[in-house]
């Protein structure tokens, strides 16, 4: 499997934040290692949305215990993650 | 009895039982009792009018609990806020209540610069952290200033001290208002009094057989009605509230009740669709719960089947209320749940319900009517808002607006509902105020909104839109207009553009129809 390419993978799943929870508002700025939980920025419903997403994009299969933050909580901790379910 | 009473006897009863575990720390009761009279002591010496209203803006925490008290401690009047709302809709509710105290966690600091430069009744602000206000007027206080007269005094002493203690409250009282979403879609104020909370509250106790061993789960926030209905009936049976605001991790929370050993878990419905469709829930032991509780909207029967299969030996409490009502009104009994599956049950202690015709006459067991409640947990009324009180309030009978029907065993069954409610994830959202916001937008000739079946949230609300002719509105343009204008959970799941919406003769719309396209 071809390795992440970290750069786009951050402002893809950015966008698709943006889009999907903060309504297209890209006024509403949340930095790289902001927690998504603390910002308000996903919410329990929300969070199953990214995480289809991110198993569509990528490919991957994302297993109910894998559902943390050390996992999902921030742009940071989503790509790391990505990152080893590929690596 | 009033309120604060309700956690000054549990600290007089088990002064070393924990009461509350949040963030890996947790408080025992003396301790939460004296850190709530100590804030109590503080507001009260404040220059503010009787039974003044103090609103607490705060996630749940630890802290929340010993502010609330306190409020209630002074003789004064809780106003809970919604976190997630925006300082718009904030400000109307401050405005509204004309509360003179913000209690507002410093994470929300960034909403003050909208709040106190406006709200003109605010004198005091009191948060956790040192926060910078603009209004040079408002006098701002950090709370970890006000903690220290109760540390190491046993709850015996601090209860005969009553220099931190207000004026006593007087069962009828108003003691709280929760601000719900209006069927006109403006926030009202339900009035709760003492007598309100404490019957509803010790009745609870008595069906769920809550003892000081019982722990719950709270997920659900404080300033919701069942949030505040799991803090009072634990802390007045001696039993623990354990905090975890992490839901959106659902094994992060099954850790945590796994952890702490709570013996319950409350929450709505995209609760438990979400723990027994994306969770290990199902699969964990939980060996020490005893009860689950479900409420804030009508739970799929596959659901509770689902629920029942996975945990066969365990309590599961299906209920029923209304804020209105504070907010317990009917629950089915465990034992009876596998066989009356669909039914909200039968009243809780002390409370009354029968259903009506449009007459105000009761009807027959298996006709269908309006399901009205009468006791002590009904509503003081609707805050400076007569009219709507007089529209649901009749010879102190609370007409909740769901049609109903009893069963020949007197078990209830909600039918439908008179107004235009939407429920969705546990809250109940006028289909009316998102038609009107969305109708705000300059290019939105026509717009209809209503609720439609989702896995997760029980229902979504979905909105179609008809433009104004040769114009044209994009999605992302309505949704980030929805986000300007309504809280996050009001804003349409599902968005559609029609050139004409379905209507009746009467030129009303055809919302029936519209669902099936």
Redesign the interface.
Known sequence: MPALDKNSARSDLKEFIVKAFLFGNKNQTFADSDSFMDKGIVDSTGILELTSFIEKKYGIAIEDEEMVPDNLDSINNLVGFIARKLG | MEIFDLLKKSALDFPERTAAIYQGNSVIFQELFAASRDIAAYLKKLDLSQGARVALLYENSIEYIYLYFAIFGAGLVAVPLDT?LRPEKLKFILDDCEAEVLIIQS?FAGHLQQLSARSGSIKYILSNEEIEIENKRLVLKKLSGLLSSGIGRSVKSLVTDKSGEGPSNLPDNLAAIFYTSGSTGTPKGVMLSHRNLVSNTLATIEYLKLKSNDSVLVILPFYYIYGNSLLLTHIAAGGAVVID????????ILNTMEKEMVTGFSGVP??FM?LLN???FPTRRLEHLRYFTQAGGAMAPEIIRKLIAAFPSKEIYIMYGQTEASPRVTYVPPDRLREKIGSIGIPIPGVKVQIMNEDGVEVPDGVSGELTVTGDNVMLGYWKNNDEEGRVIKDNRLYTGDLARKDSDGYIYIIGRKKEIIKT?GNRVSAKEVEERILEHQNVAEVAVFGVYDD??GEAIRAVIVPKEGHHITL?EI??F??LKLA?FK?PKIIDFMDSLPKYQSGKVDKMQLAKK
């Open positions: 997630s994470k605001n992490r839901f959106m991790y659902p094994e992060v995209s609760n979400i994306k969770s290990s994830g997760i949230l992302d949704k980030q929805c986000q996050d804003i």
